[in-house]
């Protein structure tokens, strides 16, 4: 019988010789870092770029080429009008145009004409000055009769008035031909104001969005100056919201907010805030607007979120969000001892920071290492628990056999 007692007594004690070793876990001590403290408010999502597209001309609606929930693209024809006076009225232009174009040609060749004639006169009159200065000296010696110096001096008045009216007609020409430059210059005016006209017939998206309304119908007439369209852009997105008055300074002082939406816990920081310079005088709050920058995913103008605005510092008890282990109703973390053993410690926690941690409101003191990996930590913990059932079993069976 002592042999099989021997036997038996080492089948027993044998798993306390083949303990299974716990692996190293990944930890962190427990501290108290500084993290700002929010005041949420309810916020509603608007679009930066929110506008009504209107008809810069009249005419009838020949075409609609966008309908309520379709994405358009910038510069994309949105609505076209029937543009008949309008290629008209650009003919007509085209017409002027050519007109003082002509009347330039001819009041240039005038003045070619004029100048040609001016510098006849101006010849013939330097011929009759010579010789009546020839006359007039011959005159004056008693050579030459009384009859010849005045038809000399005949021929040098009648050349004089020939050349003062060449002067005239040139002047007359030369300004001829400045009013049909401004002829020219006014007709290309109401050439590009025709371009104009005719290019208003065609209406195009100021920016890439979504159309929100349709104001007009296909064989409409509108007049200058009537909605087309409506439509927002998703690219930029801002979320509006109120500060009470007794916020504002404090919100004022830090300049930081961030937009929380559905279950978002992180929220997205917000790139600028837009304050009202004057309150509501019913409310006596401050709007306020802060900027998303580009799209976000989820949010669409309209959407109500909560607003977290910064008003004050203070210091927390911090740890990684990850390393809080959730079982059943228990929310908790493995503390790990000096010789490496885990323990579940239930904890009270507050809000998440933006870096992915999470304050500690209870359960935890400052110092203690907590588990990093709460998965790896509770394999361990649940070897430990087998090891120690096994040694209290083995405990008993030898107690037993003694």
């Known amino acids: 019988m002592k042999p099989l007692f021997l036997i038996s007594l080492i089948v027993l004690v044998l798993p306390l010789v083949a303990k299974a070793e716990l692996s190293k876990l990944d930890t962190i001590k427990a501290k108290k870092e500084e993290v700002v403290n929010y005041q949420m408010l309810d916020g509603e999502i608007e679009a930066v770029n929110k506008s009504t597209v209107s008809s810069q001309t009249g005419g009838i609606i020949s075409k609609i080429a966008y309908d309520v929930g379709d994405y358009v693209k910038k510069g994309a024809l949105i609505a076209r009008i029937t543009s008949e006076n309008q290629k008209s009225g650009l003919q007509q232009a085209k017409a002027a145009v050519n007109e003082s174009k002509a009347s330039i040609s001819r009041a240039s060749a005038a003045v070619i004409q004029a100048e040609a004639a001016t510098k006849e006169a101006m010849a013939n009159y330097t011929v009759a000055r010579s010789e009546f200065n020839r006359v007039k000296g011959l005159y ?34 030369k300004a001829g031909l400045a009013a049909s430059k401004s002829g020219l210059a006014s007709a290309k005016a109401g050439l ?74 992180v ?6 805030l837009t304050f009202f310079p004057y309150a509501d005088p019913k409310t006596n709050a401050f709007k306020v607007r802060a900027s998303l920058g580009s799209a976000v995913k989820g949010l669409f103008p309209g959407v109500f979120v909560k607003i977290g605005f910064v008003i004050g510092k203070e210091k927390h008890l911090l740890i990684p969000a990850s390393s809080v282990a959730y079982r059943s109703e228990v929310t908790g973390v493995y503390v790990i001892d000096e010789n490496n053993r885990p323990t579940l410690r239930q904890v009270r926690l507050g809000s998440p920071t933006a870096d992915g941690k999470i304050r500690v409101l209870a359960g935890l003191d400052e110092g203690e290492m907590v588990a990093l990996d709460p998965v790896h930590a509770a394999v361990n913990l649940k070897l430990l628990r087998e090891e120690q059932f096994k040694d209290s079993n083995t405990k008993k069976e030898t107690a037993t056999h003694e």
């Open 140 to 173: 004056a010696k008693r050579i030459l009769p009384r009859s010849q110096y005045d038809k000399a001096e005949a021929t040098l008045r009648s050349s004089l008035a020939r050349l003062e009216a060449a002067k005239a007609s040139l002047n007359a020409a």
């Open 192 to 265: 590009n104001k025709a371009g104009q006209q005719l290019g208003y017939t065609e209406v195009f998206a100021p920016y890439s969005g979504i159309v929100v309304e349709r104001h007009v119908e296909l064989g409409e007439v509108v007049s200058a100056g009537s909605p087309i369209m409506t439509g927002i852009s998703l690219d930029q997105l801002r979320a509006v919201t109120n500060i009470p008055q007794r916020l504002i300074l404090a919100v004022r002082k830090y300049k930081s907010a961030r937009v929380f939406a559905n279950s978002d816990k």
């Open 267 to 272: 929220g997205i920081p917000a790139r600028k």
